[in-house]
Structure formats: structure tokens, C-alpha cells
């Protein structure tokens, strides 16, 4: 059953904007740390962005600068903000979830269905 609901993905111009959403459902309540993650065809899943259980931010190298990630209280969620969106942007995006955050091999909790960004 769906974990976490992601909103938001479409296609846009190089150098436009993007916000994606992810709510939270019953299932993942407690969790702390959340992220999202991207990946393209034929590519491995790649973590772009996360925040901590103080709100601590970290990004990929490729998208700093570009990219925010900020709390959405009222759902309980994540937003992800793009900003200078560049063709090799485009992936399915994947919204996650931990009770704690996720190191070296560690996974997240819980997972999103992805929802599609294309940079064209």
C-alpha cells in the first residue's frame, strides 16, 4: 500500500522551476528523516537532497544551489524546490522516509511511487 504520496513531476524547459510534494500517511508517522531521491533510465537511484530531525539539510553536488529542501508541517512531508532545472535533471523522483536518517548501506523506511521530472 502507498507510504508516501509524491506530487508535483512534469515536464518543463531547461532553466525552469519545479516544486515537488510529498505527503506523509499513517504508516510513516514517527518518522524523522526524509529525502528525495532520483533516478534515469539505465542509472543507479541517487539521493539528492535529505533533512534531518533538526532540520540539518545536505544535497548532492549536483544540484546545490539549485535545489531546496524544506518541511511541509501540514502534511506532514517533504518539499522539494528546483530551481535551474538542466536536461540531465530528469528522473523519476523518489519521495523517502526513515525513523532515524540513512547511512553507507542503509535504506530509508519507507518509499514513494516516484513521480516523473523531464528537463527537455
Known amino acids: 500500500h502507498v507510504q508516501l504520496v509524491e506530487s508535483g513531476g512534469g515536464s518543463v524547459q531547461a532553466g525552469g522551476s519545479l516544486t515537488l510534494s510529498c505527503a506523509a500517511t499513517k504508516a510513516t508517522y514517527g518518522t524523522s528523516c526524509m529525502g528525495w531521491f532520483r533516478q534515469a533510465p539505465g542509472k543507479e537511484r541517487d539521493e539528492v537532497a535529505r533533512i534531518d530531525q533538526i532540520d540539518t539539510t545536505t544535497y548532492a553536488d549536483s544540484v546545490k544551489g539549485r535545489f531546496t529542501i524544506s518541511r511541509d508541517n501540514g502534511k506532514k512531508g517533504v518539499l522539494l524546490q528546483m530551481n535551474g532545472l538542466k536536461p540531465e535533471d530528469t528522473a523519476m523522483y523518489y519521495c523517502?522516509?526513515?525513523?532515524?536518517?540513512?547511512?553507507?548501506?542503509?535504506?530509508?523506511?519507507?518509499w514513494g511511487q516516484g513521480t516523473q521530472v523531464t528537463v527537455s
Open positions: 523517502a522516509a526513515g525513523f532515524v536518517c540513512w547511512y553507507g548501506e542503509a535504506e530509508p523506511n519507507y
